[in-house]
Nanobody, 123 residues
């Protein structure tokens, strides 16, 4: 069973950048599609971005297109989320998900979640 650990969250000013990492253990994720989700206080968890296992396709939520980039380094069993031009509406706990299914241009998550990393955007 795969375990996921997110890191890289923190406090950043509007317009700033952060790079989140999600590292797997227990099982390699190099043959898994991977996704990032976020959950703001009082809101439901929502999809942010996903990537196929060979990085041939990425998918983004409309609200992050052009600002966030998902990538992966299979040799390190790690997936990244580069977040640029952060906005006041981006604060949330960001979670990664492993092994989801890509269908109809969407990523359907599995039960494999990390514990999340907090992102705060404030001046």
């Amino acid at each position: 069973q795969v375990q996921l650990v997110e890191s890289g969250g923190g406090l950043v000013q509007p317009g700033g950048s952060l790079r989140l990492s999600c590292t797997a253990s227990g099982r390699t994720i190099r043959d898994y599609a991977m996704g990032w989700f976020r959950q703001a206080s009082g809101k439901e968890r929502e999809f942010v971005a996903a990537i196929t296992w060979i990085s041939d396709r990425t998918t983004y939520a409309d609200f992050v297109k052009g600002r966030f980039t998902i990538s992966r380094e299979n040799a390190k069993d790690t997936v990244y989320l580069q977040m640029n031009s952060l906005k006041p509406e981006d604060p949330a706990v960001y979670y990664c998900n492993a092994g989801g299914r890509y269908a109809d241009g969407r990523y359907y998550p599995t039960k494999y979640w990390g514990q999340g990393t907090q992102v705060t955007v404030s001046s």
